[in-house]
């Protein structure tokens, strides 16, 4: 993410400062004085949502209420609960007019409903998110003894929630390393035994992830007497952590595990104090209400599905939400001394694992986070029927159809004897995508590395016939290998030629636009890639005995039409920690917008 200007990152450090302040003492308030502060922020969130989201205006009409009838937070009972099928059919309702055209941050849901939903979140929601993190450093603190300066994992991919937000906060605000604790990032799936050697290695304080995947580590290291890191604390969120690996983390390992609530609807709900006997709740996040199966309010030590108003986020307004999680409210007040209302339990939903015929195990929310990501699908769902069999079911919004395109008819490649195996020449895929509002065509190509410059032109030129047909009057955004080696196979293949070649242009590996045809081709059809990439910078990865290295050849690309482009990068596909090879070619992004 590019790093904000100085001024910027100067302001929300500020902001969060100033919101950090009373964070240490707020949840042991007088309840009289948190009720005073959730009303309040209760009664702005509603005139927010009448005046700027069209799904609150309509409703508050329809009822016949005005906004004199919103005094706290027991009002927002009057209104009708959302779920997720309501938010699905009509996002775009619950989007505040104020904040189109604004930067938002957008989070994506798990979709383990089945409807994998988009949030925006405004930037002073994010940090004050950000503050209310002090809470659960002040939790920690009691485990390892110090404030300041201690070291976490958090395990997930580098799509998690977590990590984006993160980034987001790293690069738009400054905070003192010593002010912060220190962070590093661990896979949440493959190998259990690769993940554990990896924990073994890092050796953090406090490890951080979903409760199943925490467990199944713990679960896995007893199982097979591997020796196991025990940091000072496991702080598991997103999911449940199974009571029995509970019970092994904190009994036989000797671990404190605590949980925390928290969705992408709701950043902060919940989190457990030192005794870990109940879930706080943050009041002047989120108003809840645990309702029975009639729909009426459960009173102390009851339970019921939850239903959450998020009092903070004016991007995407959401009250009365069902997240579809079933919880106990606590009988009586936490003995910590924190007067915030409590939960004395999360059942949840629990999340099965996909596994490989090699045995490693892939958590549901990776798997599910992929589907999710692929333009135009409404709703997925993914079944392992058996150890090699998956029934992958999805809906695409209308208009969504991919198509694929095949650029050229040589299919001679089966046998090997042209030094690969595969089942005909190259193809591309077309979908479209929706960038505020519009629709946005976007290819994935793969053009011939067994050929010359001429070829990959023709099969370029193939290519931007087929986005014409498709659908002439949109914005494109080409993405891909297109193998632009400057030369063609039979001349990479001799030395003298290629020394020649590199003594006439020593640039022609990293900026081999100049000797491959399809640039001047894609440029007089209106495609710009100078704004789009890194120009001079290579894409290809190498093996190495220490691990891998970036080549010297550029052969990955992102070409644009109808489009902005700017902050192009290139991300290093090799293993965060061992700094193996993910891939022979690095990841190449950039920040696409409609052209104005």
């Known amino acids: ?49 009448y005046r700027t989201v069209p799904f609150y205006r309509r409703t508050i009409d329809g009822l016949g209420l005005s906004l004199d009838d919103f005094r706290g937070a027991d009002d927002l009972a009057r209104l009708p609960a959302v779920t997720t099928d309501d938010y699905a059919r009509d996002s775009d309702s619950f989007r505040s007019t104020a904040y189109r055209g604004r930067f938002t941050f957008e989070a994506f849901t798990s979709g383990t409903t089945g409807h994998a939903r ?46 984006r937000l993160h980034e987001f906060q790293a690069a738009n605000s400054w905070f003192p390393r010593r002010a912060d604790y220190r962070r590093a990032w661990m896979l949440s799936f493959g190998n259990p035994a690769e993940r554990i050697a990896e924990l073994n290695q890092i050796r953090p304080d406090v490890l951080r992830g979903y409760g199943s995947f925490i467990g199944l580590l713990y679960r896995w290291a007893y199982q097979h007497d591997l020796p196991i890191h025990r940091p000072k604390l496991v702080w598991h969120g997103g999911d449940t952590l199974a009571e029995a690996d509970r019970v092994l983390i904190e009994e036989h390992y000797g671990v404190p595990a605590l949980a925390g609530y928290q969705t992408t609807e709701a950043l902060v709900i919940a989190h457990q104090c030192e ?115 998956f029934v992958v079911r999805i809906v695409l919004r209308p208009g969504a159809d991919p198509a694929v395109v095949r650029l050229g008819d040589d299919a001679g490649w089966f046998d090997g004897a042209r030094g690969e195996r595969r089942v005909g020449g190259r193809i591309a895929v077309l979908a479209q995508v929706e960038l505020a509002g519009t629709a946005v065509t976007a290819a994935s190509v793969h053009l011939e590395s ?74 007089e059809r209106g495609y710009e890639w100078r704004a789009a990439n890194l120009l001079g910078e290579p894409t290809h990865r190498h093996e190495t005995e220490s691990g891998s290295a970036r080549g010297q050849l550029k052969l990955d690309w992102l070409l644009a039409r109808g489009l902005a482009a700017s902050a192009p990068a290139v991300i290093d596909a090799a293993h965060p920690v061992t700094g193996a090879a993910l891939s022979d070619h690095e990841a190449v992004a950039a920040t696409i917008s409609l052209a104005r």
Not at 470 to 482: C, E, K, M
């Open 275 to 389: 005794r870990r006997e109940g879930f706080h709740i943050a009041p002047d996040h989120v108003v809840v209400r645990v309702l029975d199966g009639q729909g009426l309010p459960v009173g102390p030590g009851g339970s019921g599905e939850i239903l959450v108003s998020n009092l903070i986020n004016r991007a995407t307004v959401l009250l009365n939400y069902r997240l579809g999680d079933i919880v106990t409210l606590a009988a009586g007040p936490c003995p910590c001394g924190r007067t915030t209302p409590t939960l004395a339990r999360i059942e949840g939903r629990a999340d099965d694992y996909v596994v490989h015929p090699d045995g490693t195990l892939l958590h549901s929310m990776t798997a599910i986070g992929k589907l999710q990501l692929v333009p135009g699908v409404l709703q997925h769902q993914l079944v392992q029927e058996e150890l090699k069999r």
């Open 450 to 523: 067994h050929g010359d410059p001429a070829q990959r032109a023709a099969q370029m030129d193939a290519l931007l016939d087929a986005i014409d047909a498709y659908d002439p009057r949109a914005p494109v955004v080409i993405g891909g290998d297109l193998n632009t080696f400057s030369l063609g196979l039979a001349a990479i293949s001799d030395r003298e030629a290629v020394a020649t070649a590199l003594r006439a242009d020593p640039e022609r590996w990293r900026r081999p636009e100049r000797h491959e045809p399809l640039f001047a081709l894609a440029s």
């Open 118 to 163: 988009v949030i925006h979140f405004d930037a002073a929601c994010l940090f004050r998110c950000v503050a209310a993190r002090h809470r659960h450093r002040v939790v920690a603190t009691a485990f390892t003894g110090r404030a300041f300066g201690y070291s976490e994992v958090m395990a997930g991919s580098a799509l998690t929630l977590a990590r």
């Open 1 to 49: 993410m590019e790093r904000a200007s100085l001024p910027r990152r100067l302001f929300w450090t500020a902001f969060t400062a100033w919101h950090s302040r009373h964070e240490h003492t707020l949840p042991f308030w007088p309840p009289e004085r948190l009720r005073v502060l959730q009303d309040r922020r209760a009664r702005a969130i509603v005139r927010h949502a």
